[in-house]
Structure formats: C-alpha cells, structure tokens
C-alpha cells in the first residue's frame, strides 16, 4: 500500500516514473480525501473530478508511451475560484458570478496543464479577493485545518486549505495585499507572492489591477520554487508581465543564505505584534544567523502610512474593475427590476456582499469630482515613498524580515464585526504589494492553541530566488514545516 496523500512534487514524481502508481490513482487519492475533509473545512467551491480524471489519464498515456514527463506530471493542484478555467466555474465566490463560466483559461492555469498539473478543483476565497479571513465568501466560510474554530486566513483561504489538508500538493493564489502570505502563515503552509509581473495576470478576475499577483501554495520551499518555474515569464496577453529571463529557481535553492545581508523590520515586530509571534520571528532570526547570514535591525517609519495608501488605491481600482458586473452583460441580474436604472441598483445590491460593497463605496469616494487629489492622488504620491524606502534599504541588505501577521489566526466571527481590525491584520503585508516586491511566508513555529506562526522575507525587485533560496535554507534546518494538522491523523487514503 503507498500513501499518496501528503507527499511532495518530488516523491510522487518519483513514484509515478518508477511505475509504482498511475497518475489516475493519485487523481483518485487526492480527490477521495478532498471530500473527506472538505465537508468540515469548506475549501472548494467547484471540485473539477472530471477534469482531474482527464488530466491524468493523459499522463498515464505519456508514462505508456515512454514520453519524457513534464515538471508537474500528475500534481494534483487547486486554483482560487478567481482563476479562470475555459468551460468551469469562476465564481469569485459572489453571488454576482455564482453560474459564470469562462469561455478561456488563465495563462498560469494553462502553464501548469501543460505541465502536467492535475486540476482537483476551484478553491474558495473571500469574495472578490476582497477580505484577510475568507468569511467573506458568498457559499461558505472557510475554516482552518488546525482548528475549524479558527479562520483560515484570506482572501486565498481555500488554496491554502487544500495544501495543508492534503487534498492537492501545490495551489495557486493571488495576492494583492497579503492573500498569499496570511493564509500560508495561518494554516502552516508555504505561500509566495513573486515581483510584480514574473507570472502574467491573464485569466485573473481583477481585483486591483496595479496590486494584484498570482502566486504558489505548497508544502515546502522546494514545491513552491517548482511551481514558480513553471507558472512565470512572459505573456504576450498581460502587458504587464516581465520581459526577460529569469533564473531556475529550483536550482537557486541550494545557494544557502551565508553572506546574505538581511534586516528585520523594526516597525513590523514592535507594538502591536502579539509575543508569541515576535518571539518565533527572533528563533529564527538566530537560526538564519547560524547558518552564516548578518542579519540586523533597519526603521522604516514610512510603511506606518501603508495600510490608508492601500485601502485608497486597492478601492479605487476596483470601484473600477467591478463596474462591469451591471446585470447586464453576464453574470447574475436582478429580475424584480422595472427599468435599467433600478436593475443595476438591484443587482449589484443583492449580487454583491457587504464587504465589496464596502470598498466599492470607499473607492468611489476616493475617485469623486473634488476628491482625487487629496485622496487618490495623494496615495500614489505616498506609495512612491514607500517605493523609495524600499529601493534605498535594499541598497544595503538582500533581504527584509519581519512576521507575516501581528497574531496567530483568531476565531471564525472575531473580527468580522470591526473591519478597522480586520484590515490590521494585512499590516506587515501590505507594503510588499504597494512596492511590487516578492515576499514568502514559511512556517516557523506555533502560537497560543498551537497555531501556526509565518515568517515573512521580503525581497528586491526580482529577488525571487533570493527569498526562496533563504527560505529553503531556513527550512531545512528547522522541522516546522514537516507538522501536520490533527485533521490529517488516521485519515488514509492509500491506493
């Protein structure tokens, strides 16, 4: 009998070139165990058994043929339910988009197809990417496999899930203020958001398009560094995605982090940050120093002004994004309306939830006649310093460290009435977005009601392989990563 649940990129791609399983039977597995655990986690809101069944069937015919298997060969992979797939589901999980189905699919969807990904499902999210606790969504709320009591984090809550309950092995998020990172901290995993660009925004619902970026979930640096070759470059279809080369990320790794010069960020580990989290975040400050990096203390008082700076641009640019969604042109439209004028007031109250219609509001208000200037325009103009600070410090250190959230993950309803708190969560978060940087959370210890804490490393403009280089060392020399939450115990799912 051979596990197949839990397992990494590296060792089900082992077993399935050995012959000693069929792509279908790890399709299966994964699939089994996602209804398992699903019914007490809310992970998914479409899973795809179809397309995954498909998807490996044609990976057994390479494996019969004797063709040359590609990087993610039977991978079982989850995608947010912002991703689009050609002929299923995208929900974003809004009532506004509960029946629409894209008629294409994103290019980093497609990149891991062609890679032999197997597609297990449509993960769920706060709606419209919009929230730091997945209880946003329209269908279900999201809850963490360490503790179901607990928020899974957002707005990638659902990706997150399935790597760290087993049903797929890498998933892919999106990122605009931290709904990579957060979710990855909470729930134990290993979670990405690259540089702006490194992988194309094609096929992703927008949220805030300037902020916005795909990224990976997986159980270990390595898994994600994989999936991040695979998934970034150049697309002909996003004008904004990086046009050059760009390094094997995998075979980066193995660099090690001695000479590196990192810096923890004074502003992000002082008040505010629970102890527990600090401390974890010192542990492992003194591990990465043993392992031959300098790593010292660096202020950036201008990152006080991120979290405004944000909910300025992130609003405005989807007050924007989201005025096509009218009832007319697709989606849900309301049917009790008497004329145009009352059916877009009618739909897009009952199509949209509270919390989008929330910074839709906040973002109109910002982009108002008299005013742009002094809110919009004003947080562009911070935004560049937050720019600056960045580009000036990363003169003088590779890498900037500081925890991923101020807390552990807290309870399911505990912030949802005060979004003020909710919002202050994504604190430490938040300005890689604004600047376009690459940040990745690793695990790096437990918090009060053994939740898992994340550090964050923060790069330069393409430092990528940088973070994941540090990251990868960091985790080799801990054993944080290889802990399981005490859903997965006694759950088999063996062929």
Request: proline content about 5%.
């Amino acid at each position: 009998m051979t596990e197949l649940i839990g397992k990494s990129i590296g060792e089900l791609s082992k077993l399935l070139k050995d012959k000693q399983v069929k792509a279908r039977e790890i399709a299966e597995a994964h699939l089994r165990h996602l209804q398992t655990v699903d019914d007490k986690l809310g992970a998914f809101n479409s899973p795809t058994p179809d397309l995954a069944l498909k998807q490996a069937d044609k990976i057994d015919q390479m494996v019969a043929a004797g063709t040359k298997l590609p990087p993610l060969a039977g991978i079982p992979v989850a995608l947010k339910d912002n991703i689009c797939v050609a002929d299923y589901r995208t929900t974003c999980s809004s009532k506004i988009l509960e029946n629409f189905v894209p008629p294409y699919t994103a290019t980093a969807a497609n990149k891991l197809f062609d890679a032999g990904a197997v597609c297990v499902g449509k993960a769920n999210m706060d709606e419209f990417a919009m929230g730091s606790s997945n209880e946003n969504s329209a269908f279900k709320i999201a809850r963490n496999p360490w503790n179901t009591d607990r928020v899974p984090g957002g707005s990638s809550g659902g990706p997150a899930i399935s790597v760290s309950a087993g049903a797929s092995v890498i998933s892919l998020g999106s990122d605009t203020g931290g709904s990579i990172r957060l979710p990855a901290s909470f729930c134990g995993v290993v979670g990405m958001k690259p540089t702006y660009g490194v992988v194309s925004r094609f096929g992703l619902v927008a949220y805030a398009s300037s902020l916005d970026q795909i990224g990976p979930f997986g159980r270990t640096v390595e898994d994600v560094a994989t999936t991040l070759n695979v998934i970034s470059g150049h697309d002909n279809k996003d004008s904004t995605s990086y046009n050059n080369s760009l390094p094997d990320f995998v075979s980066e790794l193995q660099k090690g982090v001695k000479g590196l010069r990192m810096a923890v960020i004074k502003e992000l580990i002082g008040e505010g940050i629970d102890p527990e989290v600090r401390q974890a975040v010192l542990n492992a400050i003194a591990v990465i120093k043993d392992l031959g990096a300098t790593v010292t203390e660096v202020s950036m008082p201008v990152l006080k002004h991120s979290l405004p700076v944000y909910y300025l641009i992130a609003t405005a640019e989807a007050c924007a994004n989201l005025a096509r969604y009218d009832g007319v042109k697709y989606g849900y439209r309301a049917e009790d309306a008497n004329d145009i004028l009352s059916m877009y007031f009618a739909t897009r109250s009952k199509g949209f939830g509270s919390e989008v219609k929330r910074r839709i509001m906040l973002g109109t208000y910002a982009l108002s006649s008299g005013y742009y200037d002094a809110y919009y325009g004003k947080a562009q103009q911070v935004r560049r310093l937050i720019k600056d600070e960045f580009d000036k410090e990363f003169k003088n250190f590779d890498i900037l460290i500081s925890p991923v959230s101020p807390s552990v993950a807290f309870g399911v309803g505990e912030k949802t009435e005060d979004p003020l708190t909710m919002y202050l969560t994504d604190i430490a978060t938040i300005p890689v977005n604004l600047a376009g940087l690459p940040g990745i959370s690793v695990p790096c210890g437990f918090g009060k009601g053994n939740m898992p804490i994340g550090l964050q490393l923060v790069g330069a403009p393409l430092g990528d392989a940088t973070i994941l280089r540090a990251a990868h060392a960091y985790e080799q020399a801990t054993e944080w990563h290889k802990a399981r939450p005490a859903l997965l115990n006694g759950v088999s799912s063996s062929k």
